[in-house]
């Protein structure tokens, strides 16, 4: 195929670029704002790849997109751009609406315009509200509670409207929480690895026994490759990785694993509107033939690792864009807790 992958410099999307070029796409084009947690580093392995392309811009931008889809002759999209932090949501929702939902309407109308054969957006779980029991089908009633996950949502109806109403092949994939290499540092994961490689502390949201469905990067991307080949048009497909688990286990995998003290974790002022649990039921997507392949003791295992023997990655963004943003959400939290 020939794929136009969005966001391809941020941690899902950069992953989904090296996949597709393992699996023989040619090209694979990737358009990317380079905002904060977007990093061509991402994808130094690459950058020379002479079926590999970058352009800089923006999903908002309808004159980009169109150059770039006629330009590569692409037939198939796959949108990974989007601003995707919870707590970011709650600090500036308006950025959130923008790149995810308007970006989204922008991109669907230049791919419907360029008769591009398959369009596949990259969505997520959070887009069912929290489930505190069962898990979620993909026809279940969205109930979105963060700025983050509405605008998700948002973009979720945008892009199914656009199969019922023009018959344009549209596929939807919602992934469950993801972790791995190249994460950016304000997530969970890298985030308590990070800071315990500092023997900093670890700030645990509300009682720590909130749940999440930990879903390697690879099989994440695996997946969306998956369903951008087999997938039927005008369907949703619900990725999980079948590992649930509490934050404060994983906190504690964390520490064990880094041979740290278990002190360091800090229980902190909860997140607002906080979803206390996550999971979906990917039975659908199992019938296409897919199904996760990285257990969690040992995905956990090989990222912490790796962000040991990446520091310098990790350290050039906790010194930098991220600095102000840690003190603004976790400054006044820590303190309180002592
Ligand atoms: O479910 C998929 C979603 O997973 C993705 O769509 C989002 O882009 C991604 O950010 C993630 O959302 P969460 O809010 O679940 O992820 P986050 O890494 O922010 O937090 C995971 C859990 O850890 C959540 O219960 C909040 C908690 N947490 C998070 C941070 C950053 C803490 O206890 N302390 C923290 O410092």
Same mark, same amino acid.
């Given at each position: ?184 540092? $304000? ?8 800071? %315990?490689? +500092?023997?900093?502390? *670890?700030? &645990?949201? #509300? ?61 902190? $002022? ?8 996550? %999971?979906? +039921?990917?039975?659908? *997507?199992? &019938?296409? #033939? ?49």
């Amino acid at each position: 195929m020939r794929i136009l992958v969005t966001g391809g410099a941020g941690f899902i999307g950069s992953h989904l670029v090296r996949r597709l070029l393992s699996e023989g796409h040619n090209p694979v084009v990737n358009l990317d704002a380079l905002r904060y947690s977007g990093n061509l580093e991402n994808l130094a392995d690459v950058a020379h790849d002479p079926r590999y392309a970058f352009v800089h811009g923006d999903i908002c931008d309808a004159g980009t997109v169109e150059r770039v889809l006629k330009e590569h002759n692409i037939d198939s999209v796959v949108n990974c751009a989007a601003e995707t932090h919870v707590d970011r949501s709650i600090l500036e929702p308006n950025s959130f609406a923008r790149t995810d939902v308007v970006g989204t309407a922008v991109l669907l109308e230049e791919v419907r315009k360029a008769k591009v054969a398959r369009f596949l957006q990259v969505s997520t779980d959070e887009v069912y509200g929290s489930v505190e029991h069962g898990w979620s089908k993909e026809d279940d009633t969205l109930a979105p509670r963060s700025p983050y996950s509405a605008s998700k949502a948002g973009a979720d109806l945008l892009v199914l409207s656009y199969w019922a109403t023009y018959k344009f092949p549209v596929l939807i994939t919602r992934g469950s929480n993801t972790y791995g290499p190249n994460q950016y540092p $304000e997530k969970f994961i890298p985030l308590f690895i990070t800071n %315990a490689i +500092d023997d900093q502390l *670890l700030p &645990l949201y #509300g009682d720590g026994r909130y749940r999440r469905d930990w879903l390697s990067v690879h099989d994440h991307c695996r997946a969306i490759e998956h369903v951008l080949r087999y997938g039927a048009p005008g369907n949703v497909y619900n990725i999980g990785g079948g590992n649930e688990q509490e934050n404060i286990t994983v906190a504690e995998m964390i520490l064990k694993h880094l041979g740290k003290s278990m002190e360091l974790i800090r229980f902190v $002022e909860d997140r607002p509107g906080h979803d206390r649990r996550y %999971a979906v +039921d990917w039975s659908r *997507l199992r &019938l296409l #033939g897919w199904s996760p392949r990285v257990r969690f003791e040992e995905g956990l295992c090989t990222t912490v690792d790796w962000y040991r023997t990446h520091e310098s990655w990790w350290r050039k963004i906790k010194a930098g864009e991220f600095r102000a943003y840690y003190e603004e959400v976790y400054r006044k939290r820590l303190e309180e807790a002592g």
